[in-house]
């Protein structure tokens, strides 16, 4: 197909508040023998966008400098190596950056097929947040059938897909949020129990949940404080992960239950990961949750919609902290 030799994108200006993201004109981006150029249709918009934005989160050597980290739309081209996929298959993909544009290029690798019944918007909501949360609940925190699970930050892309996710596992779900709304919501996706951390203590409301056993899997998006509360409602050899600190990135811990309960502490990013670990990710995320998708056991949650020369407006609904699930831009179609 013909390709222009430009496109819109948006760019972050120079560090700062959302107004620094701009429209402008670029090269469409060559596609490289093992990538896969995208026509993009819809983007999601994350924690991470957030971050760049604000000088906090620098993209990967030799990455573009376009922000965004999913798109779904149609193969404009695919490169050399490339087999599997073809000019106008409908794809979505996890990027390292680049999805704030018209055109992006994806490693082939990354790119898996939009559902069936899916909207374009709902299955650019999928990539990062499923890699993430698989990658960390599954892998990292080895959560089985008959566990419990807490996730921090249940109403964001990140919490209500965890959620899904814990319960198709067969695990029982608790989840932390703000305000009675977003517990309802926490709870419509099948979380056992939705705490509202401004008129519960979740530390106690886990502990007395379970009996005094706590939670075998804890996934923190919150940071801060909230490290030293989720050992204590944690169980023996239970499994803290954290990917996130919207309270901030340092906490004091007393270490006597990370050792009489034998705790594991750990953390993990994705966007820096090499590109066969997030192949692995993306073979066993079309083995496992795929199916899940097609049975409607799990669905993205998708807020809100914006053009895509109002990204700034899409930054500010994230950071006011308002919104249930994802928050999207519209690129084409």
């Given at each position: 197909m013909a390709l222009p030799l430009s496109m819109t994108a948006v760019e972050v200006s120079k560090p700062g508040a959302p107004e620094m993201l701009v429209p402008v004109q670029r090269p469409v981006?060559?596609?490289?023998?093992?990538?896969?150029l995208i026509a993009v249709s819809a983007a999601g918009v994350?924690?991470?966008?957030?971050?760049?934005?604000?000088?906090r989160y620098d993209p990967p050597p030799g990455v573009t400098?376009?922000?965004?980290l999913e798109v779904a739309g149609r193969i404009a081209a695919v490169g050399a190596g490339v087999t599997g996929w073809s000019v106008g298959d409908p794809v979505c993909a996890l990027l390292a950056g680049g999805g704030y544009a018209e055109y992006c290029t994806a490693s082939a690798t990354q790119c898996l097929p939009v559902p069936d019944g899916l909207t374009m918007a709902e299955a650019a909501a999928l990539p990062e947040?499923?890699?993430t949360v698989w990658s960390n609940v599954v892998e990292r925190?080895?959560?089985?059938?008959?566990?419990?699970?807490?996730v921090h930050g249940g109403a964001s892309g990140i919490g209500t897909t965890a959620i899904q996710l814990g319960k198709a596992l067969r695990a029982r779900v608790f989840t932390t949020v703000r305000g009675a709304d977003k517990v309802r919501a926490c709870r419509d996706l099948g979380a056992d129990r939705a705490i509202d951390y401004t008129a519960e203590d979740f530390a106690a409301v886990v502990k007395e949940e379970t009996g005094g056993t706590g939670a075998d899997v804890v996934l923190d998006i919150v940071g801060g404080d909230y490290l030293a509360r989720s050992i204590d409602c944690m169980a023996v050899e239970g499994r803290y992960v954290v990917i996130g600190f919207v309270?901030?990135?340092?906490?004091?811990?007393?270490l006597f239950p990370v050792m009489t309960k034998r705790l594991t502490l750990t953390g993990s990013t994705l966007r820096a990961r090499p590109?066969?670990?997030k192949q692995a990710l993306a073979t066993e995320l079309r083995k496992t949750v795929w199916p899940l998708i097609a049975q409607g056991r799990l669905k993205p949650v998708v807020c809100e919609t914006f053009p895509l020369a109002a990204a700034a407006d899409a930054h500010r609904l994230m950071e006011s902290n308002q919104h249930v699930g994802k928050i999207v831009l519209r690129v084409g179609e």
């Open positions: 981006p060559a596609v490289g023998a093992d990538e896969v994350n924690r991470p966008d957030v971050l760049q934005r604000m000088g400098d376009i922000p965004g947040t499923l890699f925190g080895r959560l089985q059938a008959g566990e419990t699970l807490l309270r901030g990135p340092k906490a004091e811990v007393n590109v066969a670990y």
